[in-house]
């Protein structure tokens, strides 16, 4: 785990330093906010420790290629629970946007991971916090293997780490793995977010629609440390996140993509995809069949991008948007993919900036 | 014999000619196949020219050539302003699962695997549940245990123990709670409430199981939960409903027992074919006392939902949202769970106009320009605002 933290560091600084000589922030004329996914190094502080300014680093950290484009960020505790100290937190960086006027001429915000969560919460709590709604403007939200719809993990993991009793050698590997650390014994308090990652918390929490379009990128990856935590997640998974979560699912549901015709590899056939829909708004755009929960914002290769839209009605004409299709095989084992035209040497979220700027 | 030449010669010309359409599709862009389908829609009208453009001429301009995620943006621009046709808090949700009351043991299921190891490919599995998240001081609160999974032999020697703990005024707390057999494979427990000191059940509690085997593994689940000492509010009553522009406005009447901020989720049924129709949502602050949260569906979410009312308005969930110094929550109670009367009105006695929000026009526009649109002057066209759901 630490190997890969230090690769994911190294990468990620030397290509913050490459792109932030002529990067400019902002996308579509907007500034940017990160709100970032779970720290598990969080997890192995003591309560109350943890500064503004340490939130902010780990933050940048995370936010890896796409760090030049952030003009701020949304930082929390994660030891915190989302309800209580983390709220506050976030009320307090939202006021001091507002004030600010970051926000005055419309933001996009992209998350990671639990960030989508936190970011659902703060959206639905503007109008209590008398939050003014002119300065403070979100035109879009951009959710990254996004957990708003909670992990299996966390169920495990608090289970496992409450009672002391890790269930079995492959679920004390796979916990240990996720967080980076030995936390049996911990009481609930101090599992601060993992609590509110339960599916069963995450999917009663800030369920009203919400009119902000949210766009999801899911992942199916793994990554060699996390290889044994998808036993433990309903459906396909990026290794934390399950598909019913990254893609914006209503409901946890066994999934294998976000879509009922088209499958995480780009096949066009029928697929296992959400049953019951998505939450109001939250729209799934691609998936990523090699992407692991952690490699969105690093130059780990993803593999293939398969978009969810099928066509574009643009004055009355449909069209497909520019993706390769091809078959393999022949007679009854003909099979037809569609994918995005990508160089999969090129970073994903290299790319994704680049064409989306 | 003659049959099968038949089928023969039909399957291997189906086969070439397959095989020779499909080698047209490979390894190409599929943009460059524009198709006349569909032709319903208000898209961005610079970009169509240039792709009915390229649609009547040879189409050799590919419009989303190197730019395939901004053509995502623009679908989700789409889609979108599909979506945004209607107020948030006024969608029609025919069909929609969460439309659908929440059955016993649905919300609150923590369902886990234990393998033993990574070759374990049907390994034991804990569904744990209560019968609902949100519990209040009296209410008895039934946990199921259901085992499935491994070895069906071993289920009968399963013991299954449990305790309610969480943290209460700063400490930590801990009650027992018995599971009797019911099932070959499912434990039952009952906590009566009322039989429990004040304090026990902190208001975030977790149901903490262990499940002995007789191999001597010990599995332990948690299952989360909500405990509140008291209601935040009641839901007393829907007041006359009464049409306004293009909206039914419905006032839910409150008794507030704490000031504060408070959001309600409900849905709208045909009063008479019990049909869901519009889910309807609203959130704002009251004080103590009587209170009114506003409900307000809109002309369009109604008609296309298709039914001009009589409706029932069943209340889904309402509660006072935490403070910032508060870690919870209040839930609200209902006085009729089954749903209020809600008068309808003929569809002709609305006015007839389109919802546009400028926030969502934004928005939509933003999202374009990510898709590499150019914006157009939006002429006003309706006189809809913001709406606090």
């Known amino acids: ?357 | 014999m003659g049959v099968l030449l038949c089928l023969a010669i039909i399957v291997g010309c189906w086969y070439i000619f397959t095989s020779w359409y499909s080698h047209g599709d490979s390894n190409q862009s599929v943009t460059s196949k524009v198709n006349k389908e569909v032709a319903k829609d208000n898209a961005p009208v610079q970009l169509a020219k240039k792709v009915q453009k390229s649609a009547s001429e040879e189409p050799e301009e590919d419009p989303f050539l190197g730019r395939e995620m901004q053509a995502q943006f623009l679908q989700v621009a789409d889609l979108y302003k599909q979506n945004s046709r209607y107020p948030v808090g006024s969608i029609p949700v025919v069909g929609e699962r969460f439309a659908q009351p929440i059955e016993p043991f649905e919300q609150a299921e923590v369902d886990t695997p234990y393998p033993l190891d990574e070759d374990d490919t049907d390994p034991i599995r804990i569904s744990a549940s209560l019968e609902k998240m949100e519990y209040f001081a009296g209410e008895s609160i039934l946990a199921r245990v259901l085992v499935s999974g491994g070895e069906v032999d071993e289920y009968s020697r399963i013991e299954v123990s449990g305790s309610v703990m969480g943290v209460s005024n700063g400490r930590d707390t801990g009650l027992n709670v018995n599971f009797e057999r019911v099932n070959f494979n499912e434990f039952r427990s009952v906590i009566d409430t009322q039989a429990v000191p004040s304090g026990q059940i902190p208001r975030e509690a977790l149901l903490a199981l262990t499940l002995k085997l007789e191999d001597g593994r010990s599995l332990a689940q948690t299952v989360p939960f909500f405990y509140n000492g008291a209601a935040s509010a009641r839901v007393e009553n829907v007041l006359n409903s009464r049409q306004d522009g293009a909206f039914l406005i419905i006032p839910l009447q409150y008794n507030v027992f704490e000031s504060g901020y408070y959001f309600v989720d409900s849905i709208l049924d045909d009063a008479v074919t019990g049909q869901p129709l519009v889910q309807l949502q609203a959130e704002g602050r009251m004080q103590i006392g009587n209170g009114l949260l506003t409900l307000k569906a809109h002309i369009h979410a109604l008609m296309d939902a298709g039914s001009p009312g009589p409706y029932t308005l069943r209340v889904v969930s309402s509660f006072r949202a935490g403070t910032l110094s508060e870690t919870r929550d209040v839930a609200a109670t209902v006085s009729r769970p089954l749903g209020y009367y809600v008068e309808g009105a003929p569809f002709d006695q609305y006015e007839d106009t389109p919802f546009v929000d400028p926030e969502v026009q934004e928005r939509i526009d933003f999202l374009e320009e990510i898709g590499g649109e150019e914006q157009e002057e939006v002429p006003e066209t309706s006189q809809g605002s913001e709406e606090k759901l």
């Open chain 1, 1 to 357: 785990m630490k190997v890969l933290s230090m690769l994911f560091v190294t990468s990620t600084l030397f290509l913050a330093s490459v792109l932030s000589t002529d990067v400019e922030a902002k996308i579509a004329g907007k500034n940017i906010i990160f709100v970032h996914g779970l720290q598990t190094s969080h997890l192995l502080q003591a309560r109350g420790t943890l500064t503004a300014a340490q939130r902010r680093t780990d933050a940048i950290e995370q936010a890896g290629i796409f760090a030049p484009k952030v003009d701020d960020y949304i930082t929390y505790s994660s030891t915190e629970r989302l309800q209580g100290v983390i709220q506050q937190e976030v009320y307090n960086q939202v006021k001091q946007l507002e004030a600010a006027g970051t926000c005055a001429q419309g933001c996009l915000l992209v998350t990671a991971s639990t960030g989508d969560l936190v970011t659902r919460y703060m959206l639905s709590r503007l109008n209590a916090w008398n939050i003014d709604s002119s300065r403070f403007r979100v035109l879009g939200v951009v959710d990254m293997v996004g957990a708003g719809g909670g992990s299996e993990l966390a169920d495990v993991a608090v289970s496992a780490l409450t009672s002391g009793n890790f269930l079995s050698a492959i679920a004390r590997s796979a916990i240990t793995a996720w967080l980076g650390g030995d936390l049996s014994g911990s009481a609930p308090s101090f599992l601060g977010v993992l609590n509110d990652l339960r599916p069963t918390v995450a999917r009663v929490t800030a369920t009203s629609n919400s009119s902000i379009p949210r766009v999801k990128i899911a992942g199916g990856g793994q990554i060699v440390a996390l290889n044994l935590t998808g036993g433990f997640i309903s459906g396909t998974d990026d290794g934390v996140v399950g598909l019913h979560s990254a893609c914006g699912a209503r409901y946890k549901e066994s999934i294998d993509s976000c879509s009922n015709s088209i499958r995480i590899d780009g096949r066009l056939a029928s697929a296992n995809g959400p049953s019951w829909g998505f939450y109001h708004n939250q729209f799934p755009i691609l998936m990523a069949e090699d992407m692991a929960h952690t490699q969105a914002a690093t130059t780990n290769p993803v593999g293939r991008l398969v978009a969810m839209n099928k066509g574009i009605n643009l004055g009355g004409v449909n069209i497909n948007p520019a993706e390769r299709q091809f078959t393999t095989g022949s007679w009854f084992w003909k099979k037809t993919f569609r994918i995005v035209n990508y160089n999969e040497s090129i970073p994903f979220a290299t790319y994704l900036v680049s064409q989306i700027d």
